[in-house]
């Protein structure tokens, strides 16, 4: 039960680690392309 437990807890908290991931190198990537325009 414990490792079912383990694999049930990582499971959760891996697509919002992947969203928040994706999202911070989107802002990133956008925020260098209003950089670059504006310099």
């Not at 990582?10 to 919002?16: F, G, I, K, N």
């Not at 992947?18 to 670059?36: C, D, E, P, T």
């Amino acid at each position: 039960t414990a490792e079912y437990l383990i694999a049930e807890i990582t499971e959760v908290p891996l697509p919002a680690a992947v969203w928040l991931f994706f999202s911070g190198i989107a802002g990133l990537g956008f925020a260098g392309r209003n950089k670059k325009k504006t310099a």
